[in-house]
C-alpha cells in the first residue's frame, strides 16, 4: 500500500506509513459479482396427459398411460429437483392400473348380452331366409300345377324364384347363419301336389334346419340337427307358407309325413 503523503510503498494491510506515520485508509474491497437467482423447477405434463388420456378413453388407454406414469415418475427422481410432478405420477400409476383390473368386469358382464343379441339377430336371419325358400316352393308349385319339385333338385328348381343373380356358390338363403348346415326340403312332400295335402297343412313341414351340409339337402326328421341350432329352437317352414321357431319336443310333434288326398284331374291340369 502506498502512502498518499511521502509516496512509500508499505506493506499490505499497514494502517500507518512507516516513513511519516501518515495514517493510511484501508484499501476497497474488491467488488463481488452478484449470484444468478436460483432456477424454478418445471413441472413434468406427462403424467397429467397420462392421466387425462386414461380417463377420456374409459381406460382403453390404461396401458400406455401406466407406462408414462412410471417412465414420469423415474424422470423426475433423476432430475435432482428441476422437475417436479412426483405426487401427479403416483396417482397416474395407481389409477391406470385401477383400470387395468377394471377392464375384465365391465367385458364379462355384456359379452353376454352382446352374445345373447348376436344369436337373436341369426335367428331372425333364419327365419327370414326359410320364409323366402318357403315362397319359392310356392311360386314353384303354382307354376307346375301345384306340384313340388323333385327331393334331389328342388333348391335349383326355385332359384328363378328368388332373387335375381343368385347362385348356389352365393346364395346365402339355403344356409342357416348359426349352424352354417343348409336347409332341407321334407322328403315326404318332394314331388307331391300342395293340392293333396290334408286341411291342416299349417302343421305340415315343408322346409326346416338340418344337419346336411350339401346342396339340395333333403331327408326327413332324423335331419334335424341333434342340437338346435337357435338355443332351444328350430326353424321350420310349414306346407301354408308360415314359418315358426319352435322347441326340439315341439317340433318333432309337427306333421312330417301327411296322408295325401287323392287329386281331381283337373287341379292336375287334364
Known amino acids: 500500500m502506498r502512502c498518499p503523503r511521502c509516496g512509500t510503498q508499505n506493506p499490505d494491510g499497514a494502517t500507518v506509513c512507516s516513513n511519516c506515520r501518515e495514517q493510511l485508509a484501508p484499501s476497497a474491497p474488491a467488488p463481488t459479482m452478484p449470484s444468478a437467482p436460483p432456477m424454478r423447477p418445471k413441472t413434468d405434463w406427462m403424467p397429467i396427459a397420462a392421466i387425462i388420456a386414461s380417463v377420456l378413453t374409459c381406460g382403453i388407454l390404461a396401458l400406455p398411460a401406466l407406462v408414462l406414469s412410471i417412465i414420469s415418475l423415474a424422470r423426475i427422481n433423476r432430475s435432482q429437483g428441476r422437475l417436479t410432478g412426483q405426487a401427479v405420477a403416483i396417482v397416474g400409476i395407481v ?11 365391465p367385458v364379462a358382464i355384456l359379452y353376454p348380452v352382446f352374445a345373447k343379441a348376436r344369436e337373436k339377430a341369426r335367428a331372425v336371419a333364419c327365419l ?4 323366402q325358400l318357403n315362397l319359392g316352393l310356392m311360386m314353384y308349385a303354382d307354376d307346375w300345377d301345384g306340384y313340388l319339385p323333385p327331393a334331389q ?24 347363419p348359426a349352424s352354417g348346415a343348409y336347409y332341407a326340403l ?13 286341411d291342416n ?10 344337419d346336411i351340409e350339401t346342396w339340395n339337402a333333403h331327408g326327413t326328421m332324423d335331419a334335424l340337427p341333434a342340437t338346435p341350432p337357435h338355443g332351444q329352437l328350430y326353424t321350420i317352414g310349414f306346407a301354408d307358407g308360415h314359418v315358426e321357431s319352435q322347441e326340439g319336443q315341439l317340433a318333432k310333434s309337427f306333421i312330417w309325413e301327411p296322408a295325401f288326398q287323392p287329386v281331381e284331374p283337373d287341379s292336375q291340369g287334364y
Request: net charge negative; aromatic share 6%; with cysteine.
Open 95 to 105: 389409477l391406470s392400473a385401477i383400470m387395468l383390473i377394471s377392464i375384465p368386469i
Open 128 to 131: 327370414s331366409n326359410v320364409k
Open 153 to 176: 333338385t328342388w333348391a335349383d328348381g326355385i332359384l328363378p324364384y328368388l332373387r335375381p343373380g343368385t347362385s348356389p356358390e352365393e346364395e346365402a338363403l339355403f344356409d342357416c
Open 186 to 198: 321334407n322328403e315326404a312332400l318332394a314331388g307331391q301336389s300342395l293340392d293333396a295335402l290334408p
Open 201 to 210: 297343412a299349417g302343421e305340415v313341414v315343408l322346409v326346416f334346419d338340418s
